[in-house]
């Protein structure tokens, strides 16, 4: 177990309604201590605890990983509610990457079809072996020095954090020994990540932190349809779904010549939609035959699609936990 404390030097009343509300809109449990309020997060435990005029928060999580993005969802509570100012972290060692980073570097840089490129990293990611299939890739101005932990753990950005680039990617492939992985870029007009890729050499140092978001669904019946920037993750999951698995699953891409081999288990039938025949991720959407019973429904796509993809989940009967509509990217938004 990893903890770490932090002093918010306000009386209760004007920290715990906040912090409860937004447990509840995160879906993370609320619990009521002897001595104080216990908020059970997908990260790990925050413990609040009166102290007169001040609160003493402590954080717990199975590694240090967890407890850097604990303290990170701490930090965006604090963010929203104007008290950012008012918190004074212990302090620890300073200096090292932080907790949730790995430096690997560029083993290649591929061209798996007309519209994707494949970047093979390579380090230690055995912590991506398990959990979360996504990661973020951080990009900033070339010759910037990586992000460094300060002397409360936090993480202190070169430049400051508007700098950086940190969009979320998911692992297409990863060596059984975490020595190396793989992830598909999906190559789009005004994308920095295409430009960095385009000129990343061999050996050259990629940083990326992780994992994060959700892993592979164990659910009987699976509805996965998405576009580009899913079609890792949708590939993932049919891939790791459990034997016995039953479903349909749709990925949307620019034309036929875009199409990846996938070791489809036998009860998934797997289609490719094309957007050069008019293709969209909600046609393919309403189109699905959802069945009763247990069942998992998961669509990824741009965020109006997604937005409307929650409303059709809605209308389906779908519900809490059996979808996921998920805004993979925004339109004119960085
Ligand atoms: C959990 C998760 C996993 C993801 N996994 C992958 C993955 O494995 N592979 C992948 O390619 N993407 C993936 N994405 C999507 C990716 O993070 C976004 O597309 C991100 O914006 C890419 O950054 P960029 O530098 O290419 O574009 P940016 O520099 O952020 O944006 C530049 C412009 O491009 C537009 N834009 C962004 N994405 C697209 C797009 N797909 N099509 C058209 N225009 C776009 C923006 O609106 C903006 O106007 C994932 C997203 C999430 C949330």
Known sequence: MERTTAILDIPAA????GLIRRAAEIEAPVQVLDRGTRVQTHYGLLDVFEDGERIQV???SKDSVNLLYLRDTLDWHLGLEGLKHCITWARMRAGANPANMVLGHCESVTAVSPSFIRVRVRGDYSRFLDGGLHFRLLIAAKGSDWPY???TGGTVWPSGVEAWHRPAYTIRHICPHGLWMEFDI????????????ATLQEGEEVALTGPGGTGLTEAPWIGLVGDETAMP???RMIEGAP???????TIVVPSAADVQPVSCPEGIQLTWAFRDQGASVMDVFRAMQVPEGPRYVYVAAEKSE????????KALGLKRGESHALAYWAAGEE
């Open 149 to 151: 932990s300060d002397e």
């Open 243 to 249: 034997l016995g698995t039953q479903g349909v699953a």
């Open 186 to 197: 999906f190559r789009h007009e005004g994308g920095r990540v295409n430009d960095w890729a």
């Open 306 to 313: 997604a937005a409307l993809a929650r409303e059709h989940a």
């Open 233 to 235: 993750a949708i590939i």
């Open 58 to 60: 402590e954080l717990s």
């Open 14 to 17: 004007t920290f715990l309604p």
